[in-house]
């Protein structure tokens, strides 16, 4: 990355100073250098980082409307994301109107000799292309001028997968490089081989890579690291050693961002998860994450991602019950629809989708203004099972259906100012004042059956 560019990213009207780290206060949140609590919640597309679009479509995204975008909904976090194969073939997605989408730039120069199997010239997988890792400098320190956090996705395991043509259209393929990586017959058909640890040409051209994607964001203090997007679960160790890579190189050049490793298909568990060396992970459905999330006990980092639960799905009611048990909510957004739609095009979706955008950016507004370094998940003290506390100062509950919510403040005796606050309008209403020392019952002012309930020491 140019330094005339760092420069100006870290003059920006960004407030970092340091990268984030794992709080060792609250390590249910990172904390910036501050020692603030830092909650993350944002939208993330598939194509902001790399184009995707038909052969001969001149569109190209426009990061910045994209900023935008996020900066109106007050969102401060996205995964930018990564895509191995040469293009999408949409036909691996349920309900999505096939289409083929060209995807560039890659990290690799395309050189020849001869033509890759997309009738293009083969990848040189010893020589990088500039742009690529420009285009991802730039893009982050922009973002950092918004206060938005950026995890930076290195490797992507879905596509080879699920996407039709698979291994055919990745750039390690035999066919699309000129390096002879030697790759099993096994491999060359399914090519999972290359999440692995078996092949050493493969796994050399793999931490040259990082190290370049390291080298292009390293003075940037916005930055997150994601190892790979929904790989398959035969990955665990290889994505565990990509970790150690980070960790090592970055010790060696005098950084460190924060590493995370996010869930596995098909057969991931989150116990894997868990278990790795990762500082941040965002699990699949298991132990309820979909519906009822089980609160954080600070084990790792806890991105809870609708990519995972859903796909193309989730609701504004998720983002609370995320929030209010310590998890860090983040959504994988349509968008403009120019990737992925699946269904969001009826109204009742749309309706929902807008929520939940509106409803990250609120519940980002709530933790600004709480002393979130010393609250945890307090599930007893709420009748609905949804609370953050900071015992006897500051309380947070979420009522998702009802008018009528019980908060314990019997270790409180204290008098606590009251707010309301409507997730469905974003309408607060001042509830006045009340007495703690006692179980308190509390009737929500609200007619949509829901509400948020803040209670604080009152000056």
């Not at 370049?212 to 390293?218: F, M, P």
Request: aromatic fraction near 12%; glycine fraction near 8%; proline fraction near 6%.
């Amino acid at each position: 990355m140019p330094l005339l560019l760092i420069l100006s990213a870290l003059s920006g009207c960004g407030s970092h100073h340091e990268p984030l780290r794992v709080s060792k206060t609250n390590p249910r949140y990172f904390e910036d250098g501050s020692g603030k609590a830092v909650y993350l919640t944002g939208s993330h597309t598939w194509n902001n980082l790399v184009e995707m679009k038909p052969a001969g479509n001149p569109d190209i995204f426009d990061y910045p409307a994209y900023l935008d975008f996020l900066e109106r909904y007050d969102h401060n976090f996205i995964r930018l994301w990564a895509w191995e194969l040469v293009n999408w073939d949409t036909r691996g997605n349920v309900q999505e109107l096939p289409k083929v989408l060209d995807v560039n730039p890659h990290p690799w120069k395309r050189t020849g000799p001869g033509n890759a199997l997309d009738g293009k010239p083969k990848f040189d997988l010893t020589q990088f292309d500039e742009s690529y890792f420009q285009r991802l400098g730039h893009r982050v320190a922009e973002a950092r001028k918004r206060d938005i956090y950026v995890s930076v996705m290195l490797f992507e395991g879905w596509g080879i997968q699920f996407s039709p043509g698979g291994f055919r259209n990745h750039p390690f393929h035999p066919d699309n490089n000129v390096n002879r990586l030697e790759l099993d017959t096994a491999a060359q058909s399914k090519g999972l081989e290359i999440h692995e640890l078996q092949n050493k040409k493969v796994l050399e051209v793999q931490k040259a890579y990082l190290k370049k994607v390291i080298d292009a964001v390293r003075d940037l203090d916005n930055v997150l690291f994601e190892i790979s997007n929904e790989n398959h679960s035969r990955s665990t160790a290889w994505q565990y050693e990509m970790i150690n890579v980070i960790r090592e190189y970055e010790k060696q050049t005098g950084t460190s961002h924060p590493v995370g490793m996010t869930f596995q298909v098909e057969g991931g568990s989150n116990q894997t998860l868990f278990g790795s060396p990762a500082d941040w992970i965002s699990p699949n459905p298991e132990g309820g994450y979909r519906d009822d999330p089980p609160a954080s006990d600070g084990k790792k980092v806890i991105l809870n991602d609708t990519d995972h639960l859903w796909g193309l799905g989730g609701n504004h009611k998720w983002v609370w019950k995320s929030f209010l048990r310590g998890l860090h909510p983040i959504f994988m957004d349509p968008y403009d629809g120019k990737v992925l739609n699946s269904g969001y095009d009826t109204k009742a979706l749309e309706t929902e989708i807008e929520s939940v955008r509106k409803n990250m950016g609120y519940t980002l507004q709530f933790a600004r203004k709480m002393d979130l370094i010393h609250m945890e998940p307090s599930n007893a003290l709420s009748s609905s099972g949804y609370c953050l506390a900071r015992k006897n100062a500051e309380y947070l509950l979420y009522l998702p259906e009802g008018n009528q919510l019980e908060a314990d403040l019997t270790g409180a005796s204290s008098t606590f100012k009251v707010e309301w606050f409507d997730p469905q309008t974003g309408k607060e209403i001042d509830g006045g004042k009340v007495e703690g020392g006692k179980k308190v019952v509390f009737k929500s002012p609200f007619q949509t059956n829901e509400a948020v309930l803040y209670l604080v020491l009152s000056p």
